[in-house]
């Protein structure tokens, strides 16, 4: 290993003798470690759309120094950072709920090209301001798993490849058969994404620019619960992307899981 955190106590042995007891509690200092950095980060999310809030809160409490058109701007930024707050808190109660590890028996069918078909209907209102080419390639496969975890995933996934593209552009999803497997992928010609952050994206909080994605409204935790709700079905993420040219997001799912497979 790189390092080591060792705890040493001194224990009284007889008169004239200590023993000295060595514990390895590198594992240990890591989970603190992610504990109190997942604290900061939450904390530091929450506290910045609060600070704007508490500002125009301030400005609209002194309505006589407050022109009309800076009233309408101030409830249009307040909603805009309530906003921003409740998804942070929705997506922090989505990985919570997913962290107990589960031993699932899926008996459930998720009928995937109908939600695919729900995904796509939102994903063509998010990019009406782009000038946005969306393509959908959807077999009819439907596959055993939990729906609220697969919808998500691929939510996250098709968003992403929408809001990171500047103005305009082109998104292709597709889910097909590849061999025996099912797969799942969302292509864009995104601004892509340089090497170095790619094994990283999927941490929590994780943003390859963090200016501009705040801006973005982005929190960082899209990417996490997306690889949380493959690894209730065995599956994970997989990307390609480059920086100028784009990306391409995917995952498969195993044949176990496709309902009427021949
Ligand atoms: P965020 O809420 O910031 O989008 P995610 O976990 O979903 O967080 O993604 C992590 C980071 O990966 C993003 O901040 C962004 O920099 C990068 N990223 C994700 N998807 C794409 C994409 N399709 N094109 C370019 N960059 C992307």
């Known amino acids: 290993r790189d390092s080591l955190d060792i705890e040493i106590r001194v224990m009284p042995y007889s008169d004239d003798q200590f023993l000295l007891v060595a514990r390895d509690v590198t594992q240990l200092k890591q989970l603190e470690n992610l504990r109190r950095d997942f604290v900061a980060n939450v904390s530091h999310e929450l506290k910045t759309p609060l600070t704007v809030l508490q500002g125009y809160l301030e400005m609209l409490d002194e309505p006589q120094h407050t022109p009309p058109a800076m009233t309408a701007k101030a409830v249009e930024q307040m909603q805009l950072q309530s906003e921003r707050m409740k998804n942070l808190v929705d997506q922090l109660l989505q990985l919570s709920r997913m962290e107990t590890p589960s031993h699932d028996v899926f008996d459930q069918v998720v009928e995937m090209p109908a939600l695919i078909g729900e995904l796509r209907a939102e994903a063509e209102k998010l990019a009406t301001d782009k000038a946005l080419q969306l393509t959908f390639d959807i077999e009819p496969i439907n596959v055993y798993g939990k729906r609220d975890l697969l919808r998500s995933a691929m939510q996250n996934l098709i968003t992403n490849a929408i809001r990171y593209i500047q103005d305009e552009g082109h998104v292709r999803v597709t889910w097909r058969r590849v061999r025996d497997e099912v ?22 909080f994780y943003r390859v620019d963090a200016d501009r994605n705040s801006e973005n409204g982005g929190t960082g935790l899209g990417l996490s619960i997306v690889k949380q709700a493959l690894e209730h079905h065995n599956s994970h993420l997989e990307v390609n992307s480059k920086p100028g040219a784009g990306s391409r997001f995917w995952f498969r799912l195993s044949a176990g899981l496709i309902q009427n497979r021949k």
């Open 183 to 204: 797969e799942f992928s969302v292509e864009d010609n995104g601004p892509g994404i340089d090497g170095e952050h790619l094994p990283r994206l999927t941490e929590r």
